[in-house]
């Protein structure tokens, strides 16, 4: 997925991504898949945030499971500009609420 980023960009990944309907016990099958990529992307040096939720997405959309991808924005302690990237399915976050604050984040978009 970080070389999809980085060669085409994210619009044209999200161009490419598989449509899946939501189904009621997807987040399940969510949790499990994020806990192998948050695995996985400690081993990959510099897997964003952004990174391991598009990856999440695919693979459940592949599956045949719905999901959305959540970006938020907020000021850090310094006064600085922050983003943040989330999976959630079925109203439950999936990935990316471990060790931040999913509440500091005002909600830019999300995309199904």
């Known amino acids: 997925m ?3 980023l980085s060669a085409a960009g994210y619009a044209a990944v999200r161009a490419r991504m598989p ?3 939501a189904s009621p016990h997807a987040h399940f099958y969510a949790r499990q898949l994020a806990r192998r990529i948050e695995r996985l992307a400690r081993l990959v040096p510099g897997a964003s945030c952004l990174t391991q939720a598009l990856a999440l997405q695919w693979l459940l959309a ?3 499971h719905g999901c ?3 970006v938020g924005v907020r000021r850090d302690d310094t006064g600085r500009f922050a983003a943040h990237a989330w999976v959630a399915c079925n109203d439950r976050i999936v990935l990316g609420a471990a060790g931040t604050r999913i509440e500091d984040f ?3 978009a999300g995309v199904r």
């Open 19 to 21: 449509q899946a309907p």
């Open 106 to 108: 005002t909600t830019l």
């Open 2 to 4: 970080r070389i999809a």
């Open 68 to 70: 959305e991808l959540l």
């Open 62 to 64: 592949r599956a045949g």
